[in-house]
C-alpha cells in the first residue's frame, strides 16, 4: 500500500533510481504543497563535524555530530532537525515531535540538557522539487512512499537505513535490499 505523498513521510529511492544525487537514499519529505516540495536526506552522513560548521558556537568545540548531506540544493546551508518533547520557536512540525528549523539556544538546551529521547541531525543542503515535479517522479518509479519515524531517523544507523526500509516495503524487494551499497556514495 503506497503512503500518500505529503509532508512527514520518507521518500525511498526505487532500486532502478540512478541519479547520484539520490541513489539509495532515504528523504525525509518536511514540506509539501502547491509551491514544491522540500526534504533533507536522513541517509547520507558526512564526513564533517557540526563543529567544523558552526565554529562560532563554544558548546559544539567538543561535540562529535556528523553533518547529514541534505541534498543537491544550497549545500553551504545548515539546516537542523530536532527530536524535541515540545515545539521549540522558529521551527515547522514535520512529524509528531520532529520539527525542521530552531536556533543556537534549543541547540544548547539538547546538547547540554536533552529530555528523553531528544536530539537532532544537522544537514548541509537540502532537497527540492517544483511544483508537480515530485508527482511525476513518483508515477515514472522513482520513489517509494512510506511513513516517517523518527526512531528510523534519530537512532537507527544511516548506512543501513535504505536497505532495511527496503526489506519492508516489498518481499521481491529483498534481492536489492542484500546487495552492497554503491560504494561510490561513500
Same mark, same amino acid.
Given at each position: 500500500?503506497?503512503?500518500?505523498?505529503?509532508?512527514?513521510?520518507?521518500?525511498?529511492?526505487?532500486?532502478?533510481?540512478?541519479?547520484?544525487?539520490?541513489?539509495?537514499?532515504?528523504?525525509?519529505?518536511?514540506?509539501?504543497?502547491?509551491?514544491?516540495?522540500?526534504?533533507?536526506?536522513?541517509?547520507?552522513?558526512?564526513?564533517?563535524?557540526?563543529?567544523?560548521?558552526?565554529?562560532?558556537? /563554544?558548546?559544539?568545540?567538543?561535540?562529535?555530530?556528523? @553533518?547529514?548531506? %541534505? *541534498?543537491? =540544493?544550497?549545500?553551504? $546551508?545548515?539546516?537542523?532537525?530536532?527530536?524535541?518533547?515540545?515545539?521549540? /520557536?522558529?521551527?515547522?512540525?514535520?512529524?509528531?515531535? @520532529?520539527?525542521? %528549523? *530552531?536556533? =543556537?539556544?534549543?541547540? $544548547?538546551?539538547?546538547?547540554?540538557?536533552?529530555?528523553?529521547?531528544?536530539?537532532?541531525?544537522?544537514?548541509?543542503?537540502?532537497?527540492?522539487?517544483?511544483? %508537480?515535479?515530485?508527482?511525476?517522479?513518483?508515477?515514472?518509479?522513482?520513489?517509494?512512499?512510506?511513513?516517517?519515524?523518527?526512531?528510523?531517523?534519530?537512532?537507527?544507523?544511516?548506512?543501513?537505513?535504505?536497505?532495511?526500509?527496503?526489506?519492508?516495503?516489498?518481499?521481491?524487494?529483498?534481492?536489492?535490499?542484500?546487495?552492497?551499497?554503491?560504494?561510490?556514495?561513500?
Amino acid at each position: 500500500m503506497k503512503t500518500p505523498l505529503g509532508k512527514g513521510i520518507f521518500l525511498v529511492a526505487t532500486p532502478g533510481l540512478r541519479d547520484p544525487n539520490f541513489r539509495q537514499t532515504v528523504v525525509l519529505l518536511c514540506e509539501h504543497g502547491e509551491q514544491g516540495a522540500l526534504g533533507v536526506i536522513v541517509n547520507r552522513p558526512t564526513e564533517i563535524h557540526i563543529s567544523e560548521v558552526l565554529p562560532q558556537v /563554544p558548546i559544539l568545540e567538543s561535540e562529535c555530530h556528523r @553533518v547529514f548531506a %541534505g *541534498g543537491p =540544493v544550497q549545500r553551504n $546551508n545548515l539546516l537542523i532537525l530536532f527530536r524535541l518533547n515540545d515545539k521549540p /520557536p522558529d521551527t515547522h512540525p514535520v512529524i509528531d515531535g @520532529v520539527y525542521l %528549523g *530552531g536556533d =543556537v539556544e534549543t541547540l $544548547n538546551r539538547v546538547l547540554k540538557a536533552p529530555s528523553g529521547e531528544e536530539s537532532f541531525r544537522a544537514f548541509m543542503g537540502y532537497s527540492g522539487w517544483a511544483p %508537480g515535479q515530485l508527482e511525476n517522479e513518483i508515477e515514472m518509479g522513482s520513489w517509494f512512499t512510506v511513513p516517517a519515524d523518527p526512531v528510523l531517523i534519530f537512532e537507527k544507523d544511516p548506512a543501513r537505513l535504505w536497505v532495511d526500509i527496503l526489506k519492508t516495503i516489498d518481499e521481491n524487494l529483498t534481492i536489492y535490499a542484500d546487495m552492497p551499497l554503491d560504494p561510490s556514495l561513500n
